[in-house]
């Protein structure tokens, strides 16, 4: 009886007492969720937030292995003259001392490399394609030093657009490579047409005629020119020289040595000369 007693005066004890535990868990349930629900909400803004960071900057800075960046197909490598030299020796001679170049170019991804790939490191070789900074990335080459790069994913439209807008901020007039690039955007497609190209570019309609006919001349033209400094006046000449001309001009080109022709108008006076 007494056994039967203490379990009988026991057991309203414990019973207490699991009811206070179980009403206390569950009044902590509702706060954890609570609490679960908030910390969601914080993640959810941060990862707003971070898709439009995203959204206005796509760019990123990052130092890649000057291999890894390939030249585009429409991009002219032509010789420089000697105030180009000039001028690439200094620029060099500044990166060397610097290490790497202070002015990063700018690329593009390729294939299926993304920025997130190349901020990982998993590149390979010709994993970017140059959109302007060549004289840059050339220095850095040659020098062996990684060359700092802006990467952006970038159209065909956007990537000839930039081209172009850095291209015209130098003070030298360099045709073939301006008109090679908006040629290769008209024969692609992403310009319908040269006047629509100027539009889309920002350029003079003439601005953007004038490089295209000299780049649609034979190559052999182009190569008397590759040591000296063109002018649009020069341009005009040889364009006009070609169409009364053609293939005289270009013969002549292809057999005449210019390398004593120390300027534009000399190189031209030895072509006219030459078809007349």
Known sequence: MNSTETTSTERPDVAQSSRESTLGQEGQAPKAIATFLHDFALAREELERFQKLKQVSRAVVVALDPREVRLPKWFRTDDMDDESRLAFDALKESISQHGSNVQPIKVSPLGSANVDDLLLSKRDIDCCELVFGFGRLRACRELGLPVMAIVEQLSQVEQLSQFVVDHCCDRRWRPWRL????????????????????????????????????????????????????????????????????????????RMDFSSCKSANAVLAKLLGSAT
């Open 179 to 254: 008109g090679a690039a908006i040629n290769h955007g008209i024969d692609s497609g992403a310009f319908p047409s040269i006047r629509k190209a100027a539009e889309i570019l920002s350029l003079r309609l003439i601005d953007a005629s004038l490089p295209v006919s000299l780049d649609r001349l034979p190559s052999e033209l182009r190569t008397a020119f590759r040591r000296v400094q063109i002018k649009p006046r020069h341009a005009k000449a040889l364009i006009e020289a070609y169409a009364r001309h053609h293939d005289p001009l270009a013969r002549s080109a292809s």
